[in-house]
């Protein structure tokens, strides 16, 4: 069996980057919304949240009831949350410690992680939780033209 890919449609994520540099320089967050196929997840929608974390300038938090109504209107269309995104202002596209730790609650879901500097990103990269591993593993992400929602 071949490595499953998240699959990205450049509207998608354009609305990420757009909104982690309007965050910047503190974590910007949100969720991602799509469906599972044969070859990994699609992406349909990204849900942009306000991040309530205290200290938003090293770490992130999304809105809970954000989270609950995403899902119901995900579900309600055969979609589901897939998982979040997050940015590392000043750093690098790699899950930290912190984010590899609280992965563990939910180790289906995906990380999506963006490096911010002054003036631009450092890199897109999305991760899994190891099944039974206290690690996170690279997913390929397929960036396509298309649609999503945004």
């Not at 469906?35 to 942009?48: F, M």
């Not at 989270?67 to 995104?85: I, P």
Request: hydrophobic share 35%.
């Amino acid at each position: 069996m071949t490595d499953r890919s998240l699959i990205l449609p450049i509207t998608c994520g354009g609305a990420i980057i757009a909104h982690l540099q309007d965050s910047f320089p503190e974590e910007g967050c949100g969720l991602i919304v799509g469906r599972e196929t044969g070859d990994g997840w699609l992406v349909t929608e990204i849900v942009p949240s306000p991040n309530q974390a205290e200290a938003r300038e090293r770490t992130f938090e999304i809105d809970p009831g954000l989270r609950l109504r995403t899902q119901r209107t995900a579900r309600e269309r055969g979609d589901a949350v897939l998982g979040h995104y997050h940015s590392h202002p000043y750093g690098d596209p790699v899950p930290s410690e912190t984010d590899t730790r609280r992965a563990a609650d939910e180790p289906e879901l995906l990380w999506v992680v963006v490096g911010m500097r002054w003036g631009g990103t450092q890199g897109l990269a999305a991760w899994q939780r190891e099944a039974g591993a206290g690690t996170m593993k690279r997913v390929m992400v397929d960036v396509i033209e298309g649609a999503g929602q945004s």
